[in-house]
């Protein structure tokens, strides 16, 4: 079975500008949550969706948004980046939400801003 | 809200032989999952053991064990016998028991060096 991929693996932006990752979970998991990684503030969470709907929420402003489709891949935009954006984000998925679930994390997209 | 500290940015270790990592935790709650994560070089992270609260004994996979103990809010991660392929950042992270909601807390990690 495959594992969590996320697209595109790395990015170059410019402050200003929007950016849109994806992630395509585990086949059959319904859950997919999101995570920024950086060396000062180290792992945190952003989001999670369970069929289509967001269902928690981080600490994070709007410019932060997410959204699920019906085939549980799910998307993250960015709009007005700033050079603090700059992060590895890492998406994760489970099964059917169960809080006994283990959760599988993708490679990650390693986004930098100019 | 839960908090996890590794108080341990980096360890190192011979290989063949035992290392063991920190982690304490906050939180109010008495049902929640602790976990260890893996992030090698690549930077997939990969689960290497979870612990459930409510279960006194602590949880072991391979060469992987840990020792939970809840009272001092500790969650530490022993491997046995290290070898090469370890070497990674590992991160203790913390997840409620209430239903649903799937937010992990980290630690900021540490790096385990494994030397030949």
């Known amino acids: 079975k495959a594992g969590v991929t996320q697209t595109p693996r790395y990015l170059i932006k410019t402050r200003g500008q929007q950016v849109t990752l994806s992630c395509s979970p585990i086949?059959?998991?319904?859950?997919v949550s999101w995570y920024q990684q950086t060396p000062g503030q180290g792992l945190q969470f952003l989001f999670e969706?369970?069929?289509?709907?967001?269902?928690n929420k981080g600490n994070f402003p709007g410019r932060f948004s997410g959204r699920q489709f019906s085939n549980s891949r799910s998307e993250m935009n960015v709009s007005t980046l700033e050079l603090g954006d700059s992060a590895l984000y890492l998406c994760a998925s489970r099964t059917d939400g169960r809080t006994t679930d283990t959760q599988y994390f993708g490679p990650g997209t390693r986004l930098t801003v100019l | 809200a839960q908090t996890v500290t590794q108080s341990q940015p980096e360890m190192s270790v011979q290989e063949a032989e035992t290392v063991t990592l920190s982690c304490t935790y906050d939180?109010?709650?008495?049902?929640?999952?602790l976990f260890w994560y893996k992030q090698p070089p690549s930077r997939q992270m990969i689960l290497v053991i979870r612990?459930?609260?409510?279960?006194?004994q602590n949880a072991t996979e391979n060469r992987f064990s840990v020792n939970f103990q809840k009272a001092a809010k500790s969650f530490s991660l022993k491997i046995s016998d290290s070898q090469l392929g370890d070497a990674a950042m590992y991160f203790c992270a913390y997840r409620s028991f209430r239903g649903g909601s799937e937010k992990l807390v980290f630690g900021k990690g540490t790096k385990l060096t494994v030397n030949p």
């Open positions: 969706y369970f069929s289509e709907t967001q269902r």
């Open positions: 612990q459930e609260a409510y279960k006194q």
């Open positions: 939180t109010s709650e008495s049902d929640y999952y």
């Open positions: 086949s059959g998991h319904r859950s």
